[in-house]
């Protein structure tokens, strides 16, 4: 196998840096993303919940932004994932969880982000920012 070659990984990483991102930005759907997610393998999703907490972690998430994600994220509050991205500071060590858990952590994660980085990019960036991930090729869209 070679899906953890450095070469896989940072197409991994584009990759998911794009998906998030569509979906932060409401261009692709959170079960588009989630379905994604799902295809990877299992050493795939462990690399993905690492760099996604990342991204979420880079936005200052805060236990209020928790809390408004995982409201949004259709997953329950009481599940792992949900705990312990809510707690102040948050969690980290989603790829540690259960595999079953996986799935779950990937949709509370990208919805806390995106609660974060929209605030982000209403206060600080509107549209005018020289962030890339803020600057997709798809984000271009016409009215
Ligand atoms: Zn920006």
Redesign the pocket.
Known sequence: MTETSSRDSRALRRETDHVVNEVAQGLRTLDDGAAWFSDLSPAGRQEVLREVAGYALQAHITAADGRAGVARSGVKPTANPSVMICMDPPRSGFAGLPADEHEKAFRVLVSVFAVADTR??QK??RGT???A???LPTATKEP
């Open positions: 982000r990019r600080y960036c920012c020289g962030h991930w803020h600057n």
